[in-house]
């Protein structure tokens, strides 16, 4: 019982750590953690601690950067990087390169690598790992289909040719705005960081006047989730922070399974880690990581948690320690 107690506060002042340090935390946060530090002395021996693994870790502070292309806009938009070392501009993260990229050709990124691209026409697109896309730039139009992955858009505004982004059986429209979509799993997701977009079936997909989807607008912080054609898509309002940490390499995991944290820190390297047990599997884990580098996250997780890490070829094994 008194090794489930440790384990609980430790996994409290992780989840303290993650949300003091993110930059949309609020004054009642603040208060609630005063509360919870006086209401125990071990909360403080365990932030404390958590503090000390994390930044040795490399998962800092957030601190506010507003992109060129929002200062051109005049438009302020929200978007964190990680102070460790300094501010990390895309063209110097890990595997990120910057690239012109002419009309017309397909551009695959390998797993663990990421790419900031600059079209022809002055907007900007971050492919994640493993990612594929092609583009089609006419008089009329601005195509991009997305056949795999996930990418970031920063669309230059031009009225006259809509900029459209098709994933799946979805197309997302717009002129000038700020958005990710993804293709994974047989899953289409749109997460609008900024301006407005209309989400609808490509026109060899299934539209209909029971599709909520058809011509669906799309607010800044809404996100969409479509599984399959003949399924409502699913809408929410997630945290922008975390769902747009990975555009400067990072991943967050707030309160997040071991095993949850495993699979998707594993879509970023060839050296998965692998959780051997469900104890271990079903514990939990807040934080800020690299993406990437999984040997650093299983050292940071031994810290923390009652798991030993086993290296095993090519893969990283976490067992729990009872």
């Not at 089609?136 to 809509?162: E, M, N, Q, Y």
Request: hydrophobic share 40%.
């Amino acid at each position: 019982m008194h090794g489930s107690s440790n384990l609980s506060v430790r996994t409290e002042a992780a989840a303290w750590l993650a949300r003091l340090r993110s930059e949309v935390h609020t004054t009642a946060d603040e208060v609630g953690f005063q509360d919870w530090l006086a209401a125990d002395p071990r909360h403080r021996q365990a932030f404390d601690a958590a503090t000390a693994v994390f930044e040795a870790a490399g998962a800092v502070d957030y601190r506010e950067q507003e992109p060129a292309a929002a200062k051109d806009r005049g438009v302020r938009t929200r978007r964190t990087v990680l102070a460790g070392g300094g501010a990390l501009a895309l063209a110097g993260l890990g595997g990120v390169g910057v690239l012109r990229w002419a009309l017309g050709p397909s551009l695959k990124t390998q797993v663990g690598e990421q790419r900031s691209l600059a079209l022809a026409d002055g907007s900007k697109v971050i492919l994640d790992t493993n990612s594929l896309v092609k583009v089609a730039f006419t008089d009329d139009h601005r195509r991009i289909d997305l056949l795999s992955g996930r990418a970031h858009f920063d669309v230059a505004k031009d009225p006259t040719r809509p900029f459209i982004v098709r994933a799946g059986d979805r197309e997302v429209i717009a002129v000038g705005t700020a958005f990710d979509v993804s293709l994974e799993n047989g899953a289409t997701s749109v997460v609008l960081v900024e301006g407005r977009v209309v989400v609808q079936p490509t026109t060899h997909g299934a539209k209909t006047a029971a599709d909520p989807s058809a011509g669906q607008s799309m607010a800044p912080g809404d996100r969409l989730i479509f599984t399959a054609a003949s399924v409502p898509a699913r809408q929410d309002r997630p945290d922008l922070t975390r769902e747009t940490a990975w555009q400067t390499g990072r991943i967050i995991f707030e309160n997040d399974t071991l095993q949850s944290a495993a699979t998707e820190l594993n879509r970023y390297t060839r050296q998965p880690i692998v959780i051997a047990d469900e104890q271990a599997a079903g514990m939990r884990i807040s934080g800020v990581f690299r993406t990437g580098d999984p040997e650093t996250f299983a050292r940071s997780v031994a810290l923390l948690l009652p798991v030993t890490v086993a290296p095993d070829g090519d893969k990283i094994v976490l067992h729990s320690r009872t």
